[in-house]
């Protein structure tokens, strides 16, 4: 790894805030919903942040991708401290039911589920139909836990979702296993145009999970709710995470220095 990839973002008819090595998009969540056509969303939070600083093919896939939201309230409040502020926070846990919703009436957009526990992304299915009422999500599949590394679970769900009929493929696998497998893939799949990375969105899709109350979103105690309700799932992470806050105050200073990662193409 010997050159530093500074490019300028890719120019977007809407403003950018550059965070670290990626560029948020300035979208609320209703622009965000009117101009998702087509294209890959990454929703950025610390986790990764964090990740973005040290794994070259998940920066790659952030580089690649159409949309990228504050998925977090402490991206979204960093970003105002050193003078670049984004006007919302958007997470990809309020994307799923505002996308459903907002395209309740479309029938050009058919969702496929990916990803979380066998069983979870069917009841996800289920209830966000029973919600919109229509069929709008025509597929779910809870892969095995090798999924990403077998080449022929893989191709059987590459095949379930072309079969389909999905336009909208939305993954639940974990960062960075999602973006990457998206980034990956979404060539395979022709008939699908836009791609989400959500991951734990299906739990909460589906009731198996319950979601931090809405006065701990707010406030930025989402991640508390979480590792008090599933310890051994977070602690680790957000433990790790601290260390967003150490590089956000060298990019207040001037002192930020992206990691080196080759260049690729776009």
Same mark, same amino acid.
């Given at each position: 790894?010997?050159?530093?990839?500074? /490019?300028?973002?890719?120019?977007?008819?809407?403003?950018? !805030?550059?965070?670290? #090595? %990626?560029? $948020?998009?300035? &979208?609320?969540?209703?622009?965000?919903?009117?101009?998702?056509?087509?294209?890959?969303?990454?929703?950025?939070?610390?986790?990764?942040?964090?990740?973005?600083?040290?794994?070259?093919?998940?920066?790659?896939?952030?580089?690649?991708?159409?949309?990228?939201?504050?998925?977090?309230?402490?991206?979204?409040?960093?970003?105002?401290?050193?003078?670049?502020?984004?006007?919302?926070?958007?997470?990809?846990? /309020?994307?799923?039911?505002?996308?459903?919703?907002?395209? !309740?009436?479309?029938? #050009? %957009?058919? $969702?496929?589920? &990916?990803?979380?526990?066998?069983?979870?992304?069917?009841?996800?299915?289920?209830?966000?139909?029973?919600?919109?009422?229509r069929e709008i999500v025509v597929g779910a599949h809870g892969p095995s836990m090798r999924f990403v590394d077998d080449e022929q679970e893989i191709a059987d769900v590459l095949?379930?979702?072309?079969?389909?009929?999905?336009?909208?493929?939305?993954?639940?696998?974990?960062?960075?296993?999602?973006?990457?497998?998206?980034?990956?893939?979404?060539?395979?799949?022709?008939?699908?145009?836009?791609?989400?990375? $959500?991951?734990?969105?299906?739990?909460?899709?589906?009731?198996?999970?319950?979601?931090?109350?809405?006065?701990?979103?707010?406030?930025?105690?989402?991640?508390?709710?979480?590792?008090?309700?599933?310890?051994?799932?977070?602690?680790?992470?957000?433990?790790?995470?601290?260390?967003?806050?150490?590089?956000?105050?060298?990019?207040?200073?001037?002192?930020?220095?992206?990691?080196?990662?080759?260049?690729?193409?776009?």
């Amino acid at each position: 790894m010997t050159e530093i990839d500074d /490019d300028p973002p890719l120019p977007r008819p809407w403003p950018r !805030r550059r965070l670290l #090595n %990626i560029w $948020v998009d300035d &979208l609320t969540m209703d622009e965000l919903l009117q101009r998702l056509d087509a294209g890959v969303v990454c929703t950025a939070n610390l986790d990764h942040l964090y990740l973005l600083q040290r794994n070259p093919e998940f920066f790659d896939a952030y580089r690649h991708a159409d949309f990228i939201t504050a998925d977090s309230k402490y991206v979204y409040w960093s970003l105002g401290w050193m003078g670049r502020p984004i006007r919302e926070r958007v997470c990809g846990s /309020d994307i799923v039911p505002a996308f459903c919703e907002h395209h !309740r009436d479309n029938p #050009n %957009i058919k $969702v496929f589920l &990916l990803g979380a526990a066998p069983g979870v992304a069917q009841r996800a299915r289920e209830r966000i139909n029973a919600r919109v009422a229509r069929e709008i999500v025509v597929g779910a599949h809870g892969p095995s836990m090798r999924f990403v590394d077998d080449e022929q679970e893989i191709a059987d769900v590459l095949q379930m979702v072309s079969t389909s009929g999905a336009t909208a493929l939305i993954v639940g696998l974990g960062a960075p296993k999602q973006e990457l497998w998206i980034h990956r893939y979404r060539g395979a799949m022709p008939g699908v145009k836009i791609f989400m990375g $959500v991951g734990a969105t299906l739990d909460y899709e589906a009731g198996s999970v319950r979601r931090a109350p809405h006065w701990m979103r707010s406030a930025g105690l989402e991640w508390l709710h979480r590792v008090m309700t599933e310890p051994r799932r977070y602690w680790r992470r957000y433990l790790r995470d601290i260390e967003f806050f150490w590089l956000v105050a060298l990019d207040r200073l001037g002192l930020y220095r992206a990691p080196m990662f080759p260049k690729s193409g776009r």
